[in-house]
């Protein structure tokens, strides 16, 4: 079945930098675009960054451009999230996400709390 396994958050003060990393199995990781969400403390779930599976194509949310970066290994079926210039506003608990066919997958979730 799919899974994700999720690492790399934590507790950083404002102006770091954090590296999370999501690592898929139980489907053909290079044919599907990858997803990172976030979830802050009392708000909705909102997509933070996208990257397509072949030719890796990206997006990312307003509000992380230019300090971001999504990036995957397909060798090592393993997606990225690059976060610098960390603001308290990036404080969330966040999650890697596919969607295949019919269904929706998320990762376990990890938290990143930005504070001095």
Known sequence: QVQFVESGGGLVQPGGSLRLSCAAS???FSGYAM???RQPPGKERELVARISGTN???NYADSVKGRFTISRDNAKN???LQMNSLKPEDTAVYYC???LLFARYWGQGTQVTVSS
Do not use: V
Request: charged content about 15%; hydrophobic content about 25%; cysteine-free.
């Open 97 to 99: 996400h596919t969607a």
């Open 56 to 58: 890796r194509s990206t």
């Open 26 to 28: 139980g489907f053909t």
């Open 35 to 37: 997803d990172w969400y």
């Open 78 to 80: 393993t997606a990225y």
